[in-house]
């Protein structure tokens, strides 16, 4: 029979050293703190194994179940010396979620379970303290309405608002035992108001209903949008974890908190957290109160008065600060932990690898390393490569003018600029639309994941460091703002007021999640730059990566980006959109419009000089690496005028009536475009078009060879290429035009003619192909496409649903199809090589900034890959994970 429940905590460990893909991530966690001596209220776990059993069994617990739980009870109670449901000294119970990787959008933990109207006395007797008796009490009923019933939580909060005005308080604390008894009876009125039953008085109908609604929750819209954001398969299923409660809540001596082992934000080597002291689990994130510092250094930084931890429980605190060093010493990484102090004894609830931002994570990486506490290659292996992402976008410039509106807590680093929304779902729509939006909420909960995925950044009026808001937008590498407490925000009305200004729905704000700025307009930004540890890491990869990164950039701005991102050239410089420019797209008109070889030849003539400047340009900023130039790719009739001025201007030019013109217009319709007169077609058509281009090339590298002294080597690539014969046909124009060229300028450069592997059909013909072609870039994006048969532009209508029911794993236009594209690619590298076994072999597609797709060509060994300019310090670290894997 399966074993579907584990004990931790007073010395007995049935998880052992903490499986995480069996217990959830929580409860993996709490049996290993367990298993080291760690203080850990005693518990047990129900494993994910059982997630899958609930929905099979239509949501019913089978008798084996129920009698392992009871044993797990029994564990609790004679450690703890309580009976669950006794009236005289009732057990209470925590009832957690815990998935493998922590994901919002479960069920909220539900404290102080097993109370009722009789345990609540023994509860009150026992510790003494009636107030806290019945402050757990109404906690408990709050929760339980709130996250199993799943009622209206407003009314609850609503009632507790008005005990407390009635009184004239401001704080929970304030309420006497006789208040929150009379609070207990309202709640209680609620719950029978709105549920139709009362509340449950049974304490093992509480546990049950409690469980069932954490493996509930795994199937809940907010939990399988956070598990598609975050591609988390829904198969994991999640843990329920049930442990005995200690309190916080119990007076002075008494307190709650969160912390990291070293600064999430900066990485800095500091104990960093809050703590609220005469509070219960999540008070301190909840924003109700403001937390105080952990550390004197902290509070005196931040000029706060309230004590902190280090300074008001010196002795307690400083076996959290022992703690906080066995659990690094252990995990070997920063931890993020809670924990509570109950009467002056300290336990510990939950530890985990904790979020931290792309500078910390480096930092933290780095400095490990360094201390010899991991190596260079766990160094490396650390980071993930996308959340770097975050470091390469621009900063505010320090010369800009801001015109600061206020001021709150640096909550996740960065900057960003757009238009204010004051909800989720409005900051989806409009991203949908184009538009850059900032989140504005009083505080964020786990209902808005979507509306923070979607916009560039995040502002809310309440909350800490380590507030909802705070802690997913560093998850999410969202620049974010918290706490800004002089905010006034009527989401309802759209608009927020501070310091007499009024901001409305659509207005400009930058937010600076560095420095906690908020300020109005856009705000001028500058060019992020590799140094520090960034810089440190990237020489480590360096040392380990074999697959070389390059660029696909088609201007000299983009080439200069890249080469300063570590690019070792630039593997596919588009030349389409050369031809767009307004300067020139009127001679580009007249020579797709040509009826003939002559007329063509005319408007090339025009482009010629242009174009040859376009490739000096490029070929300047990369000198002395290769740079891979493919010939015209795209159908011809999206260059094709539509306006009648348009049509008029060309005419003239060209000398021909606007009806004429019109007609052969028309005549370059295409049913399939993308199927149809493009790529070599066009060459094999028009040669005259590839003829100029291969001529803008030559010249210009010619030129700079001469200037420079480091000649350039361009690899001039033939697109959409389906039989060795195109490419035979396109090789000798292209090699005609050098030759020419060469002997013009007396004079010869290094250069190479290869094709682009983006059909199936050259994929398998690899080794003819290769007696003519000299490297092969794989186009996955039209690999894909043409493999799979779906335009990548109509593909939103149904890949979600495809990757959903996991027909793809992934989106395959994201990360490589392996099975289908890949077998593909491997076909064609295997088969290049036999015939030509120094072929080149790259990728070029947007694939080539994919973590998993570079994970695949080091696979396959080709020899580099190319992404888009931003990306290559992905590229260049993916490509080191990816040959320390291998290893
Ligand atoms: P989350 O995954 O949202 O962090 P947790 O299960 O960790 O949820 O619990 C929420 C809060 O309740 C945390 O502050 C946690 O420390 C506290 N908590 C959970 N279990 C207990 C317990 N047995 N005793 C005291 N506090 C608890
Ligand atoms: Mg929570
Ligand atoms: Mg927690």
């Not at 007797?125 to 009636?130: G, H, I, K, W």
């Not at 530890?351 to 994570?361: E, F, L, P």
Request: some cysteine; charged content about 25%.
């Amino acid at each position: 029979m399966t074993q579907y429940v584990y004990r931790f905590g007073g010395g007995v460990s049935d998880g052992g050293k903490g499986d995480r893909n069996l217990l959830g991530g929580k409860g993996a966690n709490l049996a290993e703190m367990a298993s080291i001596g760690l203080p850990v209220p005693p518990g047990f776990t129900i494993s994910t194994d059982f997630c899958a059993v609930y929905y099979d069994e239509g949501g019913q617990f089978p008798q084996a179940l129920r009698d392992e739980v009871a044993t797990g009870l029994a564990h609790i109670e004679s450690v703890t010396g309580k009976t669950f449901g006794n009236p005289a000294d009732p057990l209470l119970v925590s009832v957690r979620s815990g998935a493998r990787a922590s994901m919002p959008g479960m069920m909220d933990t539900v404290l102080n379970l097993g109370l009722n109207d009789e345990t609540v006395e023994g509860l009150a007797n026992t510790s003494e303290d009636a107030r806290f008796a019945w402050d757990s009490y109404r906690r408990f009923i709050q929760m339980y309405a709130d996250v199993v019933l799943e009622l209206d939580h407003g009314a609850f909060e609503e009632a507790l608002e008005i005990a407390k005005e009635d009184q004239g308080f401001t704080l929970d604390t304030e309420l006497s035992a006789d208040d929150l008894k009379a609070l207990v009876a309202e709640y209680k009125g609620l719950v029978e108001k709105q549920w139709g039953k009362p509340f449950p008085q049974d304490v093992h109908d509480q546990l049950w209903g409690a469980v069932g609604a954490v493996f509930g929750s795994w199937q809940s819209e907010r939990a399988k949008v956070y598990r598609r954001l975050n591609d988390i398969p829904g198969g994991w299923g999640t843990a329920v974890n049930i442990q005995a409660m200690v309190f916080g809540n119990m007076g002075d001596t008494s307190a709650t908190g969160v912390a990291f082992t070293r600064d999430p934000s900066k990485g800095d080597r500091a104990y960093y957290g809050e703590f609220l002291i005469n509070a219960q689990g999540e008070d301190v994130v909840a924003g109700i109160r403001t937390p105080q510092y952990l550390t004197k250094t902290a509070r005196e930084d931040a000029g706060a008065k309230p004590a902190s931890m280090e300074e008001a429980m010196p002795e307690v605190y400083g076996q959290l600060a022992d703690v906080f060093d066995t659990l690094e010493n252990h995990y070997r990484d920063m931890q993020d932990i809670e924990f509570t102090v109950e009467k002056t004894k300290l336990w510990m609830l939950q530890t985990r690898s904790g979020k931290r931002t792309a500078k910390a994570a480096l930092k933290i990486a780095v400095d490990m390393a360094n201390e010899g506490l991991i190596t260079r290659e766990e160094a490396i292996l650390r980071i993930d490569p996308m959340a770097l992402d975050q470091l390469l976008h621009p900063t505010l410039d320090p010369k800009a003018h801001r015109d600061v509106l206020t001021k709150g807590l640096p909550a996740s680093p960065g900057a960003a600029s757009g238009s204010v929304v004051f909800d989720a779902d409005t900051a989806e729509k409009k991203a949908a639309d184009g538009v850059a939006v900032i989140l504005v909420r009083t505080e964020t909960s786990p209902e808005d994941i979507h509306g923070m995925h979607a916009a560039k950044g995040i502002l809310t009026a309440r909350g800490g460091m380590t507030s909802h808001a705070a802690v997913v937008a560093r998850g999410m590498g969202r620049p974010c703002v918290s706490g800004a407490g002089t905010l006034s925000i009527d989401a309802k009305a759209k608009i927020m007021r501070c310091g007499g200004r009024e901001v409305k729905e659509g207005d400009l704000l930058t937010i600076d999640g560095t420095t906690g700025e908020v300020m109005i307009g856009a705000v001028a930004t500058v060019q992020p730059e590799l140094s520090g540890d960034f810089a440190t890491l990237m020489v480590w990869a360096d040392e380990v990566r074999r697959l070389k990164v390059r660029a696909n950039a088609e201007t000299p701005e983009d080439c200069r980006v890249a080469r300063e991102f570590g690019a070792e050239g630039v593997g596919l410089c588009r030349t389409e959109h050369m031809f767009f420019e307004s300067s020139r797209i009127t001679n580009v008109r007249q020579m797709i419009l040509a009826t003939d070889e002559k007329g063509r030849r005319v408007a090339l003539e025009k482009l010629l000089p242009e174009q040859r400047k376009d490739f000096t340009e490029i070929l300047e900023v990369m000198a002395g690496l290769p740079v891979t130039i493919r010939l015209l790719d795209p159908p011809l009739h999206e260059f094709l005028p539509h306006e009648e001025a348009e049509f008029a201007e060309v005419a003239t030019a060209a000398g021909i009536d606007v009806d004429t013109l019109k007609r052969r217009a028309a005549e370059l319709h295409e049913f399939n475009p993308m199927l149809g007169h493009r790529g070599c077609r066009l060459g094999v058509t028009y040669p005259e078009i590839y003829e100029m281009q291969a001529r803008a090339i030559f010249e210009a590298a010619v030129d700079v060879a001469e200037k420079s002294g480091a000649a350039p080597i361009p690899e001039v690539m033939i697109p959409l290429v389906a039989t060795r014969r195109e490419l035979e046909l396109m090789k000798a124009v292209v090699d005609k035009a050098a030759q020419a060229v060469f002997a013009e300028k007396g004079r010869t450069i290094e250069y190479l003619v290869g094709t682009m592997i983006e059909l199936p059909r050259a994929a398998l013909r690899a080794g003819d192909i290769a007696e003519v072609g000299e490297f092969f870039s794989f186009g996955t994006n039209d690999l894909t496409q043409t493999t799979l048969g779906v335009s990548r532009d109509d593909a939103s209508r149904f890949l979600g649903a495809y990757v959903e029911q996991g027909i793809y794993a992934k989106d395959p236009f994201v990360s490589i199809d392996v099975e289908g594209v890949g077998e593909l690619i491997e076909i064609a590298a295997e088969r290049g090589r036999q015939t030509r076994p120094a072929i080149k072999l790259g990728i070029c597609g947007e694939h080539g900034g994919d973590p998993a797709s570079i994970a695949f060509c080091e696979k396959v060994g080709l020899d580099y890959v190319s992404a888009s300019p931003y990306r290559v310090p992905i590229a260049r670290l993916a490509a080191a994970q990816a040959a320390l894997s291998k290893k």
